[in-house]
Structure formats: C-alpha cells, structure tokens
C-alpha cells in the first residue's frame, strides 16, 4: 500500500529533506584551518615575536656578525704578533746581517708598514636608475651598474704593474696569498665583507701608478661603462701615507681527502 503523505493525489504538504550546500561546507573547513594556523602559530611563538627571533636571523646578518668577529681576531693576532717580535728581539741570538735581511722579507710578504706616496682609486656601483649617456648604446641592464670581480682586480693588477712597494684594499693589506673576489656586490677579502664604495691604495711612483691605470686595456673596458652608464670611478694622490702591516694568518688552507 501507498502512504497518503507520499502521494501528490492526498493535497498534503511534501516532505523536504535538508541538504549542506558546498559553499556552507567550505566555509567550515577555512575557518578550522584558519584555527589550526593560529594555534601553530602561538604554540612556536611562546609568547615572544617570531619575527625577530635570534634563531631566524638572515643571512646576511650571520655574515655580518663573522666579518666584524673575524676583523677582532685580525687585530689580536696583530697585538700578539707584536708582541712576540719585542720579546724575540730583546736576544734571539741573531746578527746583525740576519736581521737586516729578515726584515727584508718581512717588507716583501707585506707584514710589515711600508710609507711612501700613494695613489688611491674608488669605485662605486651606478646609481639604480641610470640610463645611456651616450647615443648608440643600449639601456641597462642590472649587471652593468655594478662593480664586479674582475673590476676590483684590474685595478690591483695595474697597480703592481705600476710599481707599487704595497697595496691596500679598504683596511687591508694585500700579501701575495690574498684573493679578490665578489659576491654579488660585496667583496669578500680574507673572511671580511664589504659594500661598495671600494678603496684601493696603493704605495710607489704616483706618475707610475696613474700611467699604469691608464695603460690597462681592463681599466679601460670600464671606463666605457663610467662614461656611458656612470660607475664611479675616482683617482686621487694621498700624498705621503703608511700602510699597515698584513696582521692575518699566513698560514694556507687547502682541502684534503676525507679519510
């Protein structure tokens, strides 16, 4: 038999069965997920600011903080050198020959001061919205606007071509293990960082330097992007200077097989 209430002939109301739409769904499930996000959230923070937490410093800051570590360590193994050095040369048994020639050697490994009259260059990067000056070149691109490794080692490179009795780039004297290098567009010179602008010194015959800079076919590809596209680029005398003495390690560092 048929039920009354189900049939359409009786005149009684249908029966409407309740359905969830997906959008009521929907939204549920964003608002649990947007609970779980913030119980997560206050469960690592512990009530401290996650943002500046020590334990998400940036990189960049971790890199900081090694450079400035290491320019200490620089400057006490300088004092500790010294120091060795007055105590040796109260009566270390050597002539009078054999210190000259020692200190000789100290002079051309660069741990020692060398003074004379110096010649400095700076280089810069562009300015971030600079254009072609000059017609017939193409716009830039973000690459030519900055200064890079092989800029930085042009300039020494003349500079030893040119004579010079030593050579400091920034704070620091250069030996003949020191490597130029960048990364991106900070220089890294013997476990320190920098930043542009950069400075290089350099100890000889200025008339000799400045020619040398000139006469370099590197230096001179640069220049084209200091007059079209505005590096900087700045060559000045110093007058008479002292350089300091190289205070880091001398020791080599090379990579060995792991055993």
Same mark, same amino acid.
């Given at each position: 038999?048929?039920? &009354?209430?189900?049939?359409? =002939?009786?005149?009684? &109301?249908p029966?409407?069965?309740?359905?969830f739409? @997906?959008?009521?769904? *929907?939204?549920?499930?964003?608002f +649990?997920? /947007?609970g779980?996000?913030?119980?997560?959230?206050?469960?690592?923070?512990?009530?401290?600011?996650?943002?500046?937490?020590?334990?998400?410093?940036?990189?960049?800051?971790?890199? #900081?903080?090694?450079?400035?570590k290491?320019k %200490?360590?620089?400057?006490?193994?300088?004092?500790?050198?010294? !120091?060795?050095?007055?105590?040796?040369?109260? !009566?270390?048994?050597?002539?009078?020959?054999? !210190?000259?020639?020692?200190?000789?050697? %100290?002079?051309?490994? =660069?741990?020692? /001061?060398v003074?004379?009259k110096a010649?400095s260059?700076?280089?810069?990067? +562009?300015?971030?919205?600079?254009?072609?000056?000059?017609?017939?070149? @193409?716009?830039? #691109?973000?690459?030519?606007?900055?200064?890079? #490794?092989?800029?930085?080692?042009?300039?020494?490179n003349?500079?030893?071509?040119?004579?010079?009795?030593g050579i400091?780039?920034?704070?620091q004297?250069?030996?003949?293990?020191?490597?130029?290098?960048c990364? =991106?567009?900070? *220089?890294? *010179?013997?476990?320190?960082?920098?930043s542009?602008?950069?400075?290089?010194? /350099?100890?000889?015959? @200025?008339?000799?330097?400045q020619?040398? *800079?000139?006469? &370099? @076919?590197?230096?001179?590809?640069?220049?084209?992007y200091?007059?079209?596209?505005?590096?900087?680029?700045?060559?000045? %005398? !110093? =007058?008479?200077?002292?350089?300091?003495?190289?205070?880091?390690?001398?020791?080599?560092?090379?990579?060995?097989?792991v055993?």
């Open positions: 038999m048929s039920n &009354s209430a189900d049939s359409p =002939g009786t005149g009684a &109301s029966v409407r069965t309740r359905r739409r @997906p959008v009521r769904i *929907l939204t549920v499930a964003v +649990a997920l /947007a779980l996000i913030f119980f997560t959230s206050f469960n690592t923070a512990k009530g401290t600011n996650i943002r500046t937490d020590t334990s998400l410093l940036k990189l960049s800051d971790l890199i #900081q903080e090694r450079s400035r290491n %200490e360590l620089d400057e006490s193994n300088a004092a500790l050198r010294g !120091d060795v050095e007055s105590l040796a040369e109260s !009566d270390d048994g050597r002539t009078k020959a054999q !210190d000259e020639k020692l200190t000789g050697l %100290e002079k051309s490994a =660069g741990t020692q /001061a003074k004379g010649v260059v700076t280089l810069n990067d +562009a300015p971030p919205n600079a254009t072609a000056k000059l017609p017939g070149y @193409p716009e830039p #691109q973000p690459d030519y606007l900055v200064i890079h #490794q092989q800029d930085l080692q042009a300039v020494v003349a500079l030893w071509n040119g004579g010079a009795r400091k780039v920034m704070d004297r250069l030996i003949s293990t020191s490597a130029v290098r990364v =991106g567009n900070t *220089l890294i *010179l013997q476990g320190r960082v920098y542009p602008p950069y400075k290089i010194t /350099a100890v000889g015959d @200025p008339d000799r330097l020619k040398a *800079l000139a006469d &370099s @076919p590197a230096i001179q590809n640069y220049m084209v200091v007059n079209v596209y505005g590096l900087g680029w700045k060559v000045t %005398e !110093d =007058g008479t200077v002292t350089l300091p003495g190289y205070s880091g390690t001398v020791d080599l560092h090379y990579a060995k097989p055993k």
